[in-house]
């Protein structure tokens, strides 16, 4: 029985750390969960950024 080596490209994902094999990960550094987890994130904080609070007259009240 012949011994065969073969090679696996892989690299460690930026986010979690965890081991890529897919082309596509690779290519982008980051696993299909973690984009994914990270695209939520992003349309998160942008939704957030237009959002107010009852409570920021008040800090501005107590200030003057």
């Known amino acids: 029985m012949e011994c065969e080596t073969f090679l ?3 690299r460690r994902c930026r986010r979690c ?3 890529l094999t897919s082309a596509q990960g690779i290519r982008d550094g980051y ?3 973690c984009l994914k987890k990270m695209r939520q994130e992003e349309a998160r904080k942008k939704a957030m950024a237009n959002q107010c609070s009852l409570f920021d007259g008040m800090d ?3 200030k003057g």
Do not use: Y
């Open 17 to 19: 750390g965890g081991i």
């Open 8 to 10: 696996i490209t892989a």
């Open 60 to 62: 501005q009240a107590k």
């Open 31 to 33: 696993g299909p969960c």
